[in-house]
């Protein structure tokens, strides 16, 4: 539905986007996401058609959509920053830019009806924004975007101002809205947990630099290199570079093979999920040696912070029986089928 083809934006002669394609289709939701300064909400403000690329292509369906105006696109933006009118109504708030632009009352009423209730927002259409709580006002800046039955979502971080329980509140919101419209989206966050809950597709940035785009369980299971291997996933991989001899990979005592187009390796980098890790190894398992060092409790689970002889490595821990404490020594175990590698230079995935 949507192409970006070569992409680029400088500012003042500096790469902030560098030559970056993607396509969005029809009904997916895109979640953009990344450290501080990536790029993404420079992405965000090219497809709005705020700002202008520096190089490359967009288009909507056949139509390049390059230099359009915002209004000639219309996408709807939805950013942190809700700024609702004070003084008018939530009503007059959700139907302001269709009075600007002296549409027809009768074209937009039926619309309005339902979007309030898509939105819950019914009862409370005669009030002002003072008089919402944070996740109401979110709503009605929502209302206000979808009412023009835009081509396009684009959303910067909508759920940041907000606190935990109105998060969630919101991005269930989000997500409804979605499941009934079913209308493209392209949603920015820095938040990775927020990315794999709510996208059909992670497209993780560095740099101004895609590093991997995909489903959520694919960015998971299969990092493309180092930076997406620490970014996705909470609590972050272990990742500790460790020497090779002979075509094997060193840990501790243990020896894993490397794939044989790597086997002159020197050192790779040795990636392992802490939920991976157990401190009750079955017999199939690798298991190494390790003292506990900290422990952190996480909710639901403990993340135990430990030293072994290949370094330290933090693992999860479920809030069951007597969970080790400080000074503690065990046996650690993982399935080699868990283990991920990648090059000491690249940094790009070896398996
Ligand atoms: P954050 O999560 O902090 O909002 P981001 O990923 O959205 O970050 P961008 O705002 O897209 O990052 O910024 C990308 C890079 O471009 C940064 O290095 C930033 O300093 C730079 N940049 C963004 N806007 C401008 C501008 N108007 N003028 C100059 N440099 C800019």
Redesign the pocket.
């Given at each position: 539905m949507l192409r970006l083809q070569n992409v680029s934006?400088q500012?003042?002669g500096?790469p902030?986007?560098s030559a970056l394609s993607l396509e969005i289709r029809d009904g997916e939701f895109v979640v953009l996401v990344?450290?501080?300064?990536?790029?993404?909400?420079?992405?965000?403000?090219l497809l709005a058609g705020l700002?202008e690329v520096s190089g490359g292509e967009i288009w909507l369906r056949e139509e390049n959509i390059t230099t359009m105006t915002p209004r000639e696109r219309n996408f709807a933006m939805i950013f942190q920053n809700y700024a609702l009118f004070p003084h008018l109504s939530v009503r007059d708030n959700i139907t302001f830019g269709m009075k600007i632009r002296k549409e027809d009352k009768a074209s937009w009423q039926p619309r309005l009806a339902q979007v309030a209730q898509m939105l819950q927002l019914d009862d409370l259409l005669d009030r002002k924004p003072a008089k919402l709580s944070g996740g109401q006002r979110q709503r009605v800046a929502m209302a206000r975007a979808i009412v023009r039955n835009p081509r396009l979502f684009l959303m910067?971080?909508p759920l940041s101002n907000l606190d935990a329980r109105l998060r969630t509140e919101v991005r269930d919101s989000i997500m409804a809205l979605h499941q009934q419209l079913k209308t493209s989206t392209v949603y920015?966050t820095?938040d990775q947990t927020e990315a794999m809950s709510m996208a059909d597709r992670i497209v993780v940035?560095n740099g101004?630099h895609v590093q991997q785009v995909g489903r959520p369980e694919h960015l998971y299971a299969r990092p493309a290199n180092l930076f997406v291997a620490g970014f996705i996933g909470s609590p972050a991989m272990n990742l500790l570079r460790l020497p090779c001899a002979e075509g094997q990979v060193r840990v501790g005592e243990l020896t894993y093979p490397l794939p044989p187009a790597w086997a002159t390796q020197r050192e790779v980098w040795f990636g392992l999920r802490p939920e991976h890790i157990t401190d009750s190894p079955g017999p199939q398992a690798l298991t190494l040696p390790a003292t506990v060092i900290q422990r952190e409790l996480m909710g639901a689970d403990y993340l135990l912070h430990v030293s072994t002889p290949t370094g330290a490595l933090r693992y999860t821990r479920r809030h069951r029986g007597a969970i080790p404490e400080k000074g503690d020594t065990l046996t650690l175990g993982f399935s080699p089928a868990d283990i991920h590698l990648f090059h000491a230079e690249t940094q790009h995935n070896l398996l």
């Open positions: 934006k500012f003042d500096k902030a986007l990344g450290p501080s300064g990536c790029g993404k909400s420079t992405l965000l403000r700002d910067d971080e920015v820095h940035l101004g």
